[in-house]
């Protein structure tokens, strides 16, 4: 069995609706994946919301540009 390589990149480097996770997980559960949104000028920050958001308090992050984030995981 081989396993990817987790990457780490910046926020800004994502294309909108990429999945990614904020800590370096090898099988992150869906409360750990984020999917990235639209750019809001006004915060200066990327709306970033949870993969199984359904109706949930704290379900979306705003999130500057130059976050790390790790993508590359198995989910």
């Not at 559960?29 to 200066?44: E, L, P, Y």
């Amino acid at each position: 069995m081989t396993m990817k390589a987790m990457n780490e990149t910046t926020l800004s480097q994502l294309k909108r609706g990429e999945y990614f996770t904020l800590k370096p997980f090898v099988n992150p559960s869906a409360d750990q994946v984020f999917i990235k949104g639209v750019f809001d000028r006004k915060a200066d920050r990327y709306n970033c919301e949870r993969y199984n958001a359904k109706c949930r308090d704290g379900a979306s992050r705003m999130l500057k540009g130059d976050h790390p984030v790790y993508t590359g995981f198995v989910f």
